[in-house]
């Protein structure tokens, strides 16, 4: 449970009656042999809905899902061993077979003789010994097959795989026919989906699980902020809903501005790496959660928020004094606020810098989510022209003067007009 709590999971706290655990934004389990903790979402179909969202964004690399805590001080893979796992639970099971017909030239027939490719072969070679024969075999199905060769190969590229991993892996694929694995992944990706919707699947559910995972792989998907750390006989699996709806705006923010029709791209985390101070003279590093960028030049900053919000509480306060700061040190037009609410959606421009860029809020209800997906945030501006209006400006015409002493009276300028 501390470390738990070091991971920012969990929150504990003494009482007279013992302990208070508080989750934060992380859901998952910890399982061990004798005991279990297991933190789920509110609503696992808004969390599934967030999943499918994340995974049509063009980029589909955040910080790799990475495990800790081995004995010998590394790091240990966890695509690369969720994939060992699930092809040894398949091995055990059985890897998904058919029926198909094999013939061969023999001198000893098992099956159906077929006389007439036989006397054919017999008057046109001279060969008098031997008779052709169709037989029912047990073969492993081609298609599986090949998937699971097409992930192989890439097993040793993710971050944090270890040899150990990659050795297990290739004694497992012993108990795998030859089959030649696909030239992309897309082809891959679409023969493990069409797999897992044919009736070569029966019931076999480890099979079903492996091809997951490896689709999973072939996409580069991740556990978006999340943490794996083994411990003794158990392991300690969870991950950050908060980065995942970052993931989220960033794709909702690409449809809203492709159906604009505006040349302009939505980056998560753009500022990573770039070592950009909120003053000239130093200051905390800015890392806006996802910023809009054309033709090279910041237009607009974005901080997705997976909370609750109350315009009238310090939380939300504190949100937008950080998104100002953003917004003003980066020369952006507009800077936007993004909840995930449980409520109705709304959309309001709560103030505006002194260069005239508007501090807007939005907030996309769980029910909006789940009916629109990717087109939820252009549903939201449909529905609240005003903000629409104040967005199409501020992306459309830049600043008449760039600001000179970046955010240095930022509360002395700052406007939270109602």
Same mark, same amino acid.
């Given at each position: 449970?501390?470390?738990?709590?070091?991971?920012?999971?969990?929150?504990?706290?003494?009482?007279?009656?013992?302990?208070?655990?508080?989750?934060?934004?992380?859901?998952?389990?910890?399982?061990?042999?004798?005991?279990?903790?297991?933190?789920?979402?509110?609503?696992?179909?808004?969390?599934?809905?967030?999943?499918?969202?994340?995974?049509?964004?063009?980029?589909?690399?955040?910080?790799?899902?990475?495990?800790?805590?081995?004995?010998?001080?590394?790091?240990?893979?966890?695509?690369?061993?969720?994939?060992?796992?699930?092809?040894?639970?398949?091995?055990?099971?059985?890897?998904?077979?058919?029926?198909?017909?094999?013939?061969?030239?023999?001198?000893?027939?098992?099956?159906?003789?077929?006389?007439?490719?036989?006397?054919?072969?017999?008057?046109?070679?001279?060969?008098?010994?031997?008779?052709?024969?169709?037989?029912?075999?047990?073969?492993?199905?081609?298609?599986?097959?090949?998937?699971?060769?097409?992930?192989?190969?890439?097993?040793?590229?993710?971050?944090?795989?270890?040899?150990?991993?990659?050795?297990?892996?290739?004694?497992?694929?012993?108990?795998?026919?030859?089959?030649?694995?696909?030239?992309?992944?897309?082809?891959?990706?679409?023969?493990?989906?069409?797999?897992?919707?044919?009736?070569?699947?029966?019931?076999?559910?480890?099979?079903?699980?492996?091809?997951?995972?490896?689709?999973?792989?072939?996409?580069?998907?991740?556990?978006?902020?999340?943490?794996?750390?083994?411990?003794?006989?158990?392991?300690?699996?969870?991950?950050?809903?908060?980065?995942?709806?970052?993931?989220?705006?960033?794709?909702?923010?690409?449809?809203?501005?492709?159906?604009?029709?505006?040349?302009?791209?939505?980056?998560?985390?753009?500022?990573?790496?770039?070592?950009?101070?909120?003053?000239?003279?130093?200051?905390?590093?800015?890392?806006?959660?996802?910023?809009?960028?054309?033709?090279?030049?910041?237009?607009?900053?974005?901080?997705?928020?997976?909370? !609750? &919000?109350?315009?009238?509480?310090?939380?939300? $306060?504190?949100? #937008?004094?950080?998104?100002?700061?953003?917004?003003? /040190? =980066? @020369?952006?037009?507009?800077?936007?606020?993004?909840?995930?609410?449980?409520?109705?959606?709304?959309?309001?421009?709560?103030?505006?810098?002194?260069?005239?860029?508007?501090?807007?809020?939005?907030?996309?209800?769980?029910?909006? !989510? &789940?009916?629109?997906?990717?087109?939820?945030? $252009?549903?939201? #501006?449909?529905?609240?022209?005003?903000?629409?209006? /104040? =967005? @199409?400006?501020?992306?459309?015409?830049?600043?008449?003067?760039?600001?000179?002493?970046?955010?240095?009276?930022?509360?002395?300028?700052?406007?939270?007009?109602?």
């Amino acid at each position: 449970m501390k470390a738990l709590e070091a991971k920012n999971v969990l929150r504990i706290a003494r009482s007279n009656a013992g302990f208070v655990v508080t989750p934060s934004n992380y859901v998952g389990e910890l399982v061990l042999p004798s005991a279990s903790l297991r933190i789920e979402p509110k609503s696992q179909s808004v969390l599934a809905a967030m999943d499918r969202l994340a995974l049509q964004a063009n980029e589909k690399h955040l910080q790799d899902l990475r495990s800790e805590g081995e004995v010998d001080g590394g790091n240990k893979g966890d695509p690369a061993g969720e994939f060992r796992d699930a092809l040894l639970e398949c091995v055990y099971d059985g890897v998904p077979w058919r029926y198909a017909k094999e013939t061969q030239a023999t001198s000893f027939p098992r099956g159906r003789i077929e006389f007439g490719e036989t006397f054919q072969r017999l008057a046109a070679r001279g060969i008098r010994h031997r008779v052709i024969a169709t037989r029912p075999v047990h073969r492993q199905h081609e298609e599986f097959l090949r998937v699971i060769h097409s992930v192989i190969p890439i097993l040793p590229t993710l971050d944090g795989t270890t040899s150990k991993t990659l050795r297990e892996v290739q004694t497992l694929s012993q108990a795998l026919e030859s089959a030649q694995s696909f030239d992309t992944s897309e082809e891959a990706i679409e023969a493990a989906r069409g797999f897992i919707q044919s009736s070569g699947m029966g019931t076999n559910a480890s099979a079903r699980k492996l091809l997951d995972c490896c689709i999973r792989i072939l996409n580069k998907e991740r556990l978006f902020g999340g943490w794996v750390a083994h411990v003794p006989n158990g392991i300690a699996r969870f991950r950050n809903i908060e980065a995942l709806w970052e993931r989220c705006v960033q794709v909702l923010l690409d449809v809203w501005l492709q159906g604009m029709g505006v040349s302009a791209d939505a980056h998560l985390h753009g500022l990573r790496g770039m070592k950009v101070r909120l003053f000239p003279d130093g200051g905390p590093i800015l890392d806006p959660d996802v910023i809009i960028e054309a033709q090279g030049a910041v237009t607009a900053v974005v901080d997705a928020k997976y909370k !609750l &919000l109350d315009m009238m509480s310090s939380g939300a $306060s504190a949100d #937008l004094y950080q998104l100002t700061c953003y917004v003003r /040190s =980066l @020369d952006a037009r507009v800077g936007i606020l993004v909840h995930l609410a449980e409520s109705d959606e709304y959309a309001k421009v709560v103030g505006t810098t002194s260069e005239a860029a508007p501090i807007i809020v939005l907030t996309i209800s769980d029910e909006l !989510l &789940l009916r629109e997906s990717a087109n939820a945030l $252009s549903s939201l #501006l449909a529905s609240w022209p005003r903000v629409r209006k /104040s =967005l @199409d400006d501020s992306l459309a015409h830049g600043l008449a003067e760039k600001r000179g002493d970046r955010v240095s009276d930022l509360f002395g300028d700052l406007l939270l007009g109602a």
